[in-house]
């Protein structure tokens, strides 16, 4: 995973240095991150063959990453990914995502129709973190 994701750079401005590299650590486990991708819907965005997005869905409505390039922020990516994952919820008839977005995300959640459920408390490699409990109720499509 680059550097340059949202959880590197942009979310700097809402966690410290040693909750993001505790989050989004330099020694990623490649084949466990590849299993990881392998064992849902995963969504990209892609700029002139840059990646610069991608998102995921899992079975049951959860919207595990979503994360977007730091030089591609504010210019719709996270909202395409979204529709795309909305999309592939109604068509498998998942009637409801929900998330654990972060302090930096929680705008954007919210700005889609998100509604938080409770703010929590989690923690990785020894590291607090706040995020927020969130999900959104999506429209049956009509058949």
């Known amino acids: 995973m680059s550097a340059r994701f949202s959880d590197r ?6 966690y410290s240095e040693d909750q993001v590299l505790a989050w989004a650590p330099n020694d990623l486990d490649r084949q466990a991150w590849a299993a990881k991708c392998a064992s849902r819907q995963t969504f990209i965005a892609e700029f002139d063959g840059t990646l610069v997005g991608f998102a995921d869905l899992e079975a049951d409505g959860h919207l595990d990453m979503m994360f977007v390039h730091s030089q591609f922020q504010r210019r719709g990516v996270a909202s395409m990914l979204l529709e795309q994952i909305e999309s592939s919820a109604q068509r498998l008839h998942i009637s ?14 919210e700005h889609q129709g998100f509604q938080l459920i409770a703010p929590q408390v989690v923690r990785k490699r020894g590291q607090e973190f706040i995020n927020y409990r969130m999900d959104k109720f999506l429209k049956t499509p009509l058949l």
């Not at 750079?9 to 809402?14: E, I, S």
């Not at 409801?96 to 959640?109: D, H, N, V, W």
């Open 9 to 14: 750079v942009v979310a700097r401005k809402d």
């Open 96 to 109: 409801r995502l929900y998330t654990e977005a972060s302090i930096t995300a929680k705008p954007f959640f």
